[in-house]
């Protein structure tokens, strides 16, 4: 795993796959991890333009493996994100496996976990 990640990405919903997808479409060189809690991302599938701001799609889950295919740059964490140093730049989730909690260095955080708060 990298020391040190350029950006490390907290929820597998919408916002946060979209993220990775913006950060990676600006950038595919940067290093990045998508911590989720669940073994499954959720991602949009039939996207039809509806105007110059306005788009229509459906919504699928995803397993692990499969957002791995369409993004083998992305380390994929799977975990719950517990809390995190600012000042270290550090992020702190209970890996789900193991049962205990580990710290992923970043230099940029993107929180999309909606209403949870860590």
């Known amino acids: 795993m990298t020391d040190v990640f350029d950006v490390v990405v907290v929820?597998?919903?919408i916002a946060g796959v979209t993220c990775v997808e913006s950060l990676l479409l600006l950038d595919q060189s940067i290093s990045m991890a998508l911590v989720c809690s669940t073994p499954c991302v959720k991602c949009t599938t039939n996207v039809v333009s509806l105007g110059h701001l306005m788009?229509?799609?459906d919504v699928i889950e995803q397993d692990q493996s499969e957002f791995q295919q369409r993004f083998p740059s992305v380390t994929f964490i799977h975990g719950t994100a517990t809390t995190f140093d600012s000042g270290k730049h550090v992020l702190f989730y209970k890996d789900s496996s193991l049962q205990h909690t580990?710290?992923?260095?970043?230099k940029k955080l993107c929180i999309c976990s909606g209403a949870v708060q860590i």
């Open 11 to 13: 929820g597998g919903g």
């Open 55 to 57: 788009q229509k799609f």
């Open 102 to 106: 580990v710290g992923v260095n970043y």
